[in-house]
């Protein structure tokens, strides 16, 4: 609730990441910085700007800018492979130098899903659903979670795995029944999962194949003597 929402100044080298910044941002005299996985509301300011970076490559994605009015009918690196998966396929411009190659469509939201060994886990949903009562059931290697949205609109979610917690393939069912569409992309480390499917209130189920083990390896043979 101030005039500026969010001031970065001076600052080099750093990742901000996983916020909501609800009143704009406001750059100064600073260069090199990721920014991405954000959920940006309002403009945003530059002054004596140098190269930042706002985007996490393809398919990890940029940020969300509430004034972004690209379309998402096309997928890939360069967005230019028909279908959708949740990214615009037009660059949102901050200035001449500054640009997110791949904006996302909707807001972004970060669930936890445990801390396992000395890791922390989360997951990522990019909708413009509403999305609710998130859950990640090891022992039945499930995510779960609630979409809701206007009836007889469309409903799209953009999920994101890290591979180490819950690995594919997956099943994937809308309240029981396969998405409407479905693309699957990953860079390695993380499975991005693109669904459609008509609104309501639908529960998203995500089973896979390989889950994280309730111990670690290292504990695993001490506990077994």
Known sequence: NNSQGSLLAYTTNSVITKNNITNGILVRLSKNNIIYHNNIVGKVDLYYLDE???DDGYPSGGNYWSNYNGTDTKNGPNQDQLGSDGIGDTRYIVDGYNFDRYPLMGPLS???AGTWGDT??????VSNSTVSGFS???PDKLISFNATGADGTVGFCRVTIPNALLGGPYVISVNDAPPV??????????TFLY??????TKQVNIIGTTVIPEFPPSLILPLFM
């Open 52 to 54: 930042n970076f706002w």
């Open 110 to 112: 970060v669930f936890d």
């Open 120 to 125: 922390s886990y989360s997951v990522e949903v």
């Open 136 to 138: 990640f059931n090891q």
């Open 181 to 190: 569409t479905l693309v699957e992309t990953s860079n390695g480390t993380h």
């Open 195 to 200: 669904l459609t499917y008509s609104h309501s």
